[in-house]
T-cell receptor, first 112, second 113 residues
Framework: NAGVMQNPRHLVRRRGQEARLRCSPM?????VYWYRQLPEEGLKFMVY????????ESGMPKERFSAEFPKEGPSILRIQQVVRGDSAAYFC??????????FGQGTRLTVV | AQSVSQHNHHVILSEAASLELGCNYS??????LFWYVQYPGQHLQLLLK??????LVKGIKGFEAEFIKSKFSFNLRKPSVQWSDTAEYFC???????????FGKGTTLSVSS
């Protein structure tokens, strides 16, 4: 059983471009979480999705950020019109039941 | 709002020394507590977790943690560290809604051989 797969591992975007981060959960996991890690900070919760539904998006910035977890395919975290402050490591985690979560290796986004 | 505090930002130890990393959380109700480790260049891995029952929890790689409800603490311990324990350690608590983990800022452990 492969772990949580995130791609790309590294992503460079110019200010104003769009960033798409992908997360394939572990097989059989229908719960997906996205977290953001800024330098010198712990992981901050962004959003929790359960197949096609957003359960909790209380950590998502109100503008430019969106997330989806379609019936088929990976979960996508989308950041429109990126700014320098969006540079961070973005981690995805999945869970079969909403309990223990397994993390991916993260995508490091750099906005130049 | 719930929060998690990790008191030590960076800990430096020699091999065979004992380790204790502090973690305090703010929520006073039923808690689910976790310690994760992140080795350089790798993803977060679960070391141990506490949901209920025996407050002394054994994890992988010789780690353990003790849940002390009266102190709102969940400190991580290891009697004798190894060079391979060099990593970043994160304490986390499940939020009241049960929908997310709230993480501390992490403690970087450096072990010299």
């Amino acid at each position: 059983n492969a772990g949580v797969m995130q791609n790309p591992r590294h992503l460079v975007r110019r200010r104003g471009q769009e960033a798409r981060l992908r997360c394939s959960p572990m097989k059989g996991h229908s719960h997906v979480y996205w977290y953001r890690q800024l330098p010198e900070e712990g992981l901050k919760f962004m959003v929790y999705l359960q197949k096609e539904n957003i359960i909790d998006e209380s950590g998502m910035p109100k503008e430019r950020f969106s997330a989806e977890f379609p019936k088929e395919g990976p979960s996508i975290l989308r950041i429109q019109q990126v700014v320098r402050g969006d540079s961070a490591a973005y981690f995805c985690a999945s869970s079969p039941t909403g309990g223990e979560a397994f993390f991916g290796q993260g995508t490091r986004l750099t906005v130049v | 709002a719930q929060s998690v505090s990790q008191h030590n930002h960076h800990v430096i130890l020699s091999e065979a020394a004992s380790l204790e990393l502090g973690c305090n959380y703010s929520y006073g109700g039923t808690v689910n507590l976790f310690w994760y480790v992140q080795y350089p260049g790798q993803h977060l891995q679960l070391l141990l977790k506490y949901f209920s029952g025996d407050p002394l929890v054994k994890g992988i790689k010789g780690f353990e943690a003790e849940f002390i409800k009266s102190k709102f603490s969940f400190n991580l311990r290891k009697p004798s560290v190894q060079w391979s324990d060099t990593a970043e350690y994160f304490c986390a608590v499940k939020n009241q809604a049960g929908t997310a983990l709230i993480f501390g800022k992490g403690t970087t452990l450096s072990v010299s051989s």
